[in-house]
């Protein structure tokens, strides 16, 4: 007798479960393990994976009212999105302009522009702004594959503008399908007020925003992610380690955005003080990347930054998977540096300007960046007990991924289950 379950998928060309190894993200050259299964498919309960395999022995085990029929097509875990800067309010097009005429996004965001722009926008807006503004980001991250994205604030640097966009941030996950994880990132840049006065900021930070950001955690009974910009012309080594250590005092997990254009030692404190993951990493000393091969703070690599910005380099990857790092690959959304809303985009840089192979990638896109916000074991990952989340393909071989860009190759998006 077979038994009843909510959706079986089957006849996918090539199922990727891809597997976590040892229970954790695959790391250094192991990256790339695809679990690959000719004429897969996956039966569904609850929301869940119940069980992989070959079509045949699937559908002999198992029987259902819902099918999908994968018509021979690529089929792989939902992309997860462990770096964005959601929610913000307005454009910089004219900043891009003022760029391609020879402007740096430091001398821009020095002159009061930059991230200080949208601040201006952001801090104006109400929380309906916010969400309605944000919604149809959110729509087509889902379009093109996204199904868990994480959300940071950091356009307020004030203490109710900060809370407005956690208040944001909930609403947004609560209104559609993509799940997220929230960060706080009050110190994102030293807002105009505290002009020549960072260390002021800092104080600032440490003792009325990281409480005040504390006490809606508890009150909304979720666990952010505490961030720090850690960047000449932002906070220094110090100051991001001073942050960091009050909130994980006050019980956030954390997160560093380190070594974007001058490397600081960002990494190896976030490797240090145990954080969840280490971003950017473009000028990451080689003591930094080694550090990384000992810890469990998962890498994330933002190719689409240094593409958005016109730069010529990108994350070390082939020197962090020799030292045994963990590396997830991330959009970075926002309105400065790096408008890509898709993973299938950051994919194919990944592939081009970090040398990783397309298998690499996708694991790097999927599982490794699930762990990258502390949820590799529930999403980002087609394993027995993990989320049903998945994407059927336009095409028959996950080869086309990265090699590929510019148009959407994602056909059916299913969430918990649920097609959407
Ligand atoms: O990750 N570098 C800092 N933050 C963003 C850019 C944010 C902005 O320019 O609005 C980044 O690239
Ligand atoms: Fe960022």
């Known amino acids: 007798m077979s038994e009843p379950v909510d959706l079986i998928i089957h006849s996918a060309g090539q199922l990727c479960v891809v597997p976590p190894h040892d229970g954790g993200p695959q790391r250094g050259a192991t990256l790339g393990d695809l679990g690959l299964i000719a004429d897969g498919a996956a039966a569904i309960q609850d929301g869940r994976v119940l069980a992989v395999g070959p079509s045949s022995e699937i559908r002999a085990r198992y029987r259902t009212n819902t099918i999908l029929h994968a018509g021979g097509r690529c089929v792989l875990p939902g992309f997860v999105d462990p770096h964005t800067h959601l929610p913000w309010i307005g454009d910089r097009a004219a900043e891009f302009e003022q760029r391609l005429a020879g402007a740096t996004y430091m001398e821009i965001m020095n002159a009061g522009g930059g991230i200080m722009s949208t601040v201006r926008h952001t801090r104006r807006a109400s929380v309906d702004e916010l969400v309605a503004g944000n919604l149809p980001r959110l729509a087509r991250m889902l379009r093109h594959g996204t199904t868990s994205a994480e959300a940071k604030t950091g356009y307020g640097l004030d203490t109710a503008a900060e809370l407005k966009q956690l208040d944001a941030i909930a609403a947004l996950a609560a209104a559609q399908p993509v799940e997220l994880a929230a960060t706080f990132l009050p110190a994102h840049a030293v807002p105009v007020e505290y002009r020549d006065d960072t260390e002021g900021y800092v104080q600032r930070v440490i003792g009325e925003m990281l409480p005040a950001g504390a006490r809606w955690m508890s009150e909304r009974g979720v666990r952010l992610f505490c961030d720090v910009f850690c960047e000449e012309g932002a906070f ?103 408008w890509c809303e898709s993973m299938q985009m950051v994919i194919a840089l990944a592939c081009r300007y970090m040398g990783l192979t397309q298998a690499q990638a996708i694991v790097a896109a999927t599982l490794n960046a699930a762990f990258a916000v502390g949820r590799g074991h529930e999403v980002g990952s087609l394993a027995p007990g993990y989320q049903a989340d998945l994407l059927v393909l336009d095409v028959d071989d996950y080869r086309q991924l990265g090699y590929r860009y510019g148009t959407n190759l994602v056909r059916t998006v299913v969430k918990r289950g649920q097609i959407v």
Do not use: C
Not at 265 to 274: C, F, N
């Open 236 to 338: 220094d080594l110090d100051q991001t380690r001073r942050i960091l250590e009050a909130a994980a005092a006050l019980g956030y997990r954390l997160k560093v955005h380190a070594d974007e254009f001058v490397g600081l030692g960002g990494t190896k404190l976030a490797v240090e003080l145990g954080a969840t993951s280490a971003d950017h990493l473009v000028m990451t000393p080689d003591a930094d990347i080694a550090a990384l091969g000992r810890g469990n703070t998962v890498a994330v690599g933002l190719p689409g930054t240094p593409f958005g910005l016109a730069h010529r380099d990108f994350t070390p990857a082939g020197a962090i998977l020799a030292a045994g790092g963990a590396l997830a690959l991330a959009t970075d959304l926002n309105p400065g540096t790096t």
